[in-house]
């Protein structure tokens, strides 16, 4: 079935560091692929979006690239700052479904 | 802030109770989405909802159910309730619940069943 593996947390960086979370997925068809973020004591919201292959979204500094040939989306962020400590989830969307990854909680320590 | 609202935002209950979560979309969001979120599960989708008529079912049990009514506010209702039904429980909202659309997630219900 339809599934998003990410990579396992938690991330602990200082601040300025490079941020890759990996993200690869299994899919029929051909989904739309999104990273959302949750910060703490809210909902999800969505950082970026990519709907098909080799379409790059990017949003806040975060840039994340839709690999067809490797199914993988992973989230990159040059330079991260305190202020992105939060839960990331990657996710797919097919067939009416939105089906998400078990998110990775990222801190980042100044 | 989102714009959809979701009440109430903590309900501590017991084994075998029923209980209705209610989420009310944003302005103009005719698709409504509910999701579980637990630490063993992650996020799981339960339902989804277009204008009143159901479009997508997921890991629901038989145990829950949900509507949306006329105003397009929903309820999920979670009945005979069990320990394992302890979760955060998320509504989120879209415009016309295309696969590829934005969604919009409210704050969500944490539920605790003691």
């Given amino acids: ?110 | 802030d989102s714009g959809v609202t979701q009440t109430p935002k903590h309900l501590i209950t017991a084994t075998g109770q029923r209980v209705t979560l209610r989420c009310s979309p944003r302005s103009g969001d005719l698709s409504v989405y509910w999701y579980q979120q637990s630490l063993d599960q992650g996020l799981q989708f339960l339902i989804q909802y277009y204008n009143g008529e159901e479009r997508a079912k997921g890991n629901i049990l038989e145990r829950f159910s949900a509507q949306q009514f006329p105003d397009l506010h929903s309820e999920l209702n979670l009945s005979s309730l069990e320990l394992g039904d302890s979760a955060l429980y998320f509504c989120a909202s879209s415009y016309q619940g295309a696969t590829n659309e934005k969604l919009f997630f409210g704050s969500g219900t944490q539920l605790s069943v003691l």
């Avoid at chain 1, 990017?58 to 992105?84: C, I, M, P, W």
Wanted: with cysteine.
């Fill in chain 1, 1 to 110: 079935g339809d599934s998003v593996t990410q990579m396992e947390g938690p991330v602990t960086l200082s601040e300025e560091a490079f941020l890759t979370i990996n993200c690869t997925y299994t899919a029929t068809g051909y989904p739309s692929l999104f990273w959302y973020v949750q910060y703490p004591g809210e909902g999800l919201q969505l950082l970026l979006k990519a709907t098909k292959a080799d379409d790059k979204g990017s949003n806040k500094g975060f840039e994340a690239t839709y690999r067809k040939e490797t199914t993988s989306f992973h989230l990159e962020k040059g330079s991260v700052q305190v202020s992105d400590s939060a839960v990331y989830f990657c996710a797919l969307a097919v067939a009416q479904k939105l089906v998400f990854g078990q998110g990775t909680r990222l801190t980042i320590n100044p």
